[in-house]
């Protein structure tokens, strides 16, 4: 068999993770598939998938394989396609991960459009996977809060995000409402990402003042539609956008005060080849993301 036939069906069963759904993806007969799985792996001499009784799972060396297949694999697409008459026409998967609120409010009519304008493209999105393994994961494109650390990987700030205090009605009629940032000491806080994970709360006021005030967080969670939706239900106060639709059955707490505003950033693998599809998206990302924040801060 072709090598890059070869490549393709091993792909198509790690993306799978079972044998079956592959062979129905690529219109062959399952023993058909396994015979080519076992023939590369025969032909290269290491085992490259790890059979289990729910599906099957990369090796370490099938996890670098499948890598260097997919770049190889997406380089040659990429080639069809520049050879084709129609340059405009991209097709493909685009394997994206990024948080909730901002999939929702953001990313997902940019994506409405993006379709739209090319309709052989299908979209893989993670959503509220915004600690993913890039590389691991397969993933194309993410977008973060926060600029990212790894040296494997390359970003561009796309804007920021406001973040403001918020409780529910229910809540401030129990507890009262505070007047003043150190009164949150006597509230009951929900916090666990960003900077609603430290110790100290940083707020900063309209008029340019800046404080760290102590907190004890006594209700915790690691998404931040989590965090809105614990306020929503009458835990306590918790951070949130003031633009999404969650905000208008929330109340403002101590309006004239607000945390630092939340950095926004697009972000791809170094390494990795990109594809036109892929490419096509991050421009459309950089070029239109930073208004919608905009109107939204």
Known sequence: MDRFQEMLVFRRVVEAGNVTRAAEALHVSQPALSRTLAGLEA??????????KRGVQPTEAGQAFFRDAVELLDRLDDVEANTTANRAALAGTIRLATATLLF??????ILGRFVAEHSSVSIDAAVGSTHVDMLADNIDLALRGGRPGA?????????????????????????????????????????GIGPTARAHWPLESDAGQALSIPVALRHHCDDLQGLIAMAEAGLGITVCPP???????LRRVLPGWHLPDSPVFVVWPAQRHMPARVRALLDALIREVPALLARRS
């Open 243 to 249: 633009y999404i639709e969650a905000a208008q059955r």
């Open 151 to 191: 040296q494997d990987l390359k970003f561009r700030k796309l804007g920021v995000i406001e973040l403001a205090l918020f409780a529910s009605p229910d809540y401030l009629a129990r507890a009262g409402t505070p007047t003043t940032p150190e009164e949150l000491a006597d509230h009951t806080l929900i916090g």
């Open 104 to 109: 929702t409010g953001v990313v997902a009519p």
């Open 43 to 52: 032909r290269l001499g290491v085992e490259l998938l790890r059979r289990t």
